[in-house]
């Protein structure tokens, strides 16, 4: 018998250096994902798309600079590329959760088939 109870977060903490950002929901089940992860998995229409999902490629080292909460139920997340459109419901990053192994192994497969990858275009290396 499913649950029917209302997908809540009750925590969410951003590790910069390692661009990780975990979730914990109120049920206890928690996640872990990356910031390359959430970005190549943005609910916005410029990813999904209509009806036809973009292959969102090269965001290896991107990185979240904003959590912005959305009422009760949402995160929006600002990416330091630039990308800002997306609203994480609390229900969409548990099913991010649930799917989290399919969804990565079917994305890297996607990028094989069209010889993409996830590594930036240019390579930038900062000098001290």
Do not use: C
């Amino acid at each position: 018998m499913q649950n029917s109870e209302p997908v809540v977060v009750s925590r969410l903490h951003y590790h910069q250096r390692s661009r990780q950002l975990d979730v914990s929901f109120s049920n206890g089940d928690s996640a872990g994902f990356s910031a390359e992860f959430l970005r190549v998995f943005s609910p916005s229409a410029e990813v999904r798309g209509h009806g036809k999902p973009k292959l969102v490629t090269n965001k290896k080292q991107v990185a979240i600079s904003k959590l912005l909460p959305v009422g009760h139920y949402a995160i929006k997340l600002v990416f330091d590329d630039g990308h800002d459109s997306g609203i994480y419901s609390w229900s969409y990053l548990k099913q991010l959760a649930e799917q989290q192994q399919a969804l990565w192994q079917d994305y890297l497969q996607q990028l094989r088939a069209i010889n993409a990858q996830r590594d930036s275009l240019i390579s930038i290396k900062f000098q001290p």
